[in-house]
Nanobody
Framework: QVQLVESGGGLVQAGGSLRLSCAAS????????MGWFRQAPGKEREFVAA????????VYADSVKGRSTISRDNAKNTVYLQMNSLKPEDTAVYYC???????????????WGQGTQVTVSS
């Protein structure tokens, strides 16, 4: 498994922007698909965005599509989530995940970070 550490969360006003980062350890970062998930209190963890190993393909949840951009820098072993036009409903703990292929997030092959809190005030 790859070790993941999220950062960049914080408190922002509605309409503001935030860039989350996920730093990965190890030497095989580029072999993983990377994803962002979030979980609000009392809610199930939900998918936000994912990016393939090369960064050539991305996918977004409808809730963030058009407002968010996932990217990766394989040289830095880091994946990012740029979030714009933030809404109070974006408030959640955001987690990054690494998986051998998109769709394997909820398997033993996936690695997860500890999460970073994003709070959007109205």
């Amino acid at each position: 498994q790859v070790q993941l550490v999220e950062s960049g969360g914080g408190l922002v006003q509605a309409g503001g922007s935030l860039r989350l980062s996920c730093a990965a350890s190890g030497r095989t970062f580029s072999s993983y698909c990377m994803g962002w998930f979030r979980q609000a209190p009392g809610k199930e963890r939900e998918f936000v965005a994912a990016i393939r190993q090369s960064g050539s393909s991305t996918v977004y949840a409808d809730s963030v599509k058009g407002r968010s951009t996932i990217s990766r820098d394989n040289a830095k072993n880091t994946v990012y989530l740029q979030m714009n036009s933030l809404k109070p409903e974006d408030t959640a703990v955001y987690y990054c995940a690494a998986a051998p292929y998109i769709g394997s997030w909820h398997t033993d092959f996936a690695s997860w970070g500890q999460g970073t809190q994003v709070t959007v005030s109205s």
